[in-house]
């Protein structure tokens, strides 16, 4: 009989991979809404945007929210909204409307990514830092098989809203594997321990670690979001070849996620930090300088990226100990205004305004600020650690 603990990663990381279908349909469908809507890129990204702004909503009230309902009540409520969000964007019948739905999505999901975060801290506290690293691996087989679920859909003779209404099958799954478990709930204890809010938002760390992955989302979805129209636009690929490319990338986020958990603390994670954010710099850049024949560097990118988010969470989780949570969800917050600022609103007006290529190029800008802060907060540790 499978123990409940072993139940309880089992449904942690099937909402997470739930979670990575579901968003990242987005990369594939863009260009359709596009021209079902007669949008331009900035109004898709601002379209887009309000994913990420759902998703602000609750991370910023996420530890308010968990201590009031508790996890149980709050993924069940968490699973009935996103199925009703799904429902909402496929029956949305202009920009406004879709919107309004992709505003509710983006908050549904993040309530599944929340729980999945914190079944997995509660259940492995003595192994924190692997299992989250294994758990966002499967945020990327859900990027893998987005592409695919959204190209079969197509291929089937449906509209690209349907991949949103069909994938309530994953929801209605993770519904089945709910009533199977025991959901632990938040220890009491450990909120003595916290840190006040305000204390945190003011420590130089928290400040440096939320603008780390503010550029790091940001940059993540930006390639998930504009890589297709890039493709399609700039260099006439086909659906087939962007789908390929697209689930290469999340092939490679899988992969570099899976290698993390082994070799990150052997490495150190601020090496590690700096070290693959200077290789993807490289790769993107090269790709960008080199032309379509190298067009292939800029998913495998993602082995690089992918490493960024997961450590970073861990070396908070160590940093500030019992605050460790707090500071992630603040963090997070910071992430999904990146993904809102840097995706979807800058990205979008430069691609507009110049072009595509340069948009990318943008991104490349925006990892080497990321890589010399990181490496000025491996400096201000130090100093702390020595003071």
């Known amino acids: 009989m499978i123990k409940n603990k072993?139940?309880?990663?089992?449904?942690?990381?099937?909402?997470?991979?739930?979670?990575?279908?579901?968003?990242?349909?987005?990369?594939?469908?863009?260009?359709?809404?596009?021209?079902?809507?007669?949008?331009?890129?900035?109004?898709?990204?601002?379209?887009?945007s309000f994913i990420s702004i759902g998703?602000?909503?609750?991370?910023?009230?996420?530890?308010?929210?968990?201590?009031?309902?508790?996890?149980?009540?709050?993924?069940s409520y968490g699973l009935i909204h996103t199925t009703a969000a799904l429902l909402s964007v496929h029956y949305a019948q202009n920009y406004y409307s879709l919107i309004f739905s992709l505003f509710l999505l983006g908050s549904g999901l993040t309530i599944i990514n929340i729980i999945a975060v914190n079944i997995t801290s509660i259940t492995y506290s003595k192994k924190r830092g692997k299992m989250i690293n294994l758990l966002h691996l499967f945020y990327g087989v859900g990027g893998i098989i987005a592409p695919y679920f959204v190209t079969f859909v197509l291929k089937s003779g449906f509209k690209w809203s349907y991949s949103f209404l069909f994938s309530i099958i994953f929801i209605i799954f993770i519904f089945f594997e709910l009533k199977k478990v025991k959901i632990p709930k938040i220890e009491a204890s450990s909120k003595k321990l916290m840190r006040t809010t305000k204390d945190l938002l003011t420590d130089k760390k928290v400040i440096l670690f939320s603008s780390i992955i503010f550029l790091q989302i940001g940059v993540e979805f930006s390639l998930v979001t504009w890589l297709a129209p890039f493709l399609k636009d700039v260099q006439g690929r086909t659906d087939l070849f962007i789908s390929f490319y697209l689930s290469l990338f999340f092939i490679s986020f899988t992969l570099g996620r899976l290698a993390a958990s082994f070799i990150v603390e052997k490495i150190g994670y601020y090496d590690f930090l700096l070290i693959s954010g200077v290789i993807s710099i490289i790769l993107i850049s090269t790709a960008l300088i080199g032309g379509p024949a190298y067009t292939i560097l800029i998913p495998l990118s993602g082995l690089f990226l992918a490493v960024q988010v997961p450590t970073l969470q861990a070396l908070?989780?160590?940093?500030?100990?019992?605050?460790?949570?707090?500071?992630?969800?603040?963090?997070?917050?910071?992430?999904m205004i990146g993904l809102t600022v840097i995706s979807n609103w800058v990205v979008g007006f430069i691609n507009d305004l110049i072009g595509l290529k340069a948009g990318f190029s943008f991104l490349v800008l925006i990892l080497i600020i990321s890589v010399i802060l990181t490496y000025y907060l491996k400096k201000t540790t130090k100093k702390t650690l020595l003071n």
């Open 55 to 75: 998703a602000m909503s609750i991370f910023f009230l996420s530890g308010k929210i968990i201590e009031k309902y508790g996890l149980y009540k709050l993924l």
């Open 6 to 48: 072993q139940r309880l990663i089992i449904l942690a990381f099937t909402m997470m991979l739930t979670h990575g279908i579901i968003n990242n349909l987005r990369g594939q469908v863009g260009p359709y809404i596009i021209n079902d809507l007669k949008l331009n890129y900035s109004q898709l990204g601002f379209l887009l």
């Open 316 to 335: 908070i989780l160590d940093t500030f100990a019992e605050s460790g949570i707090k500071v992630v969800g603040f963090a997070q917050t910071a992430g």
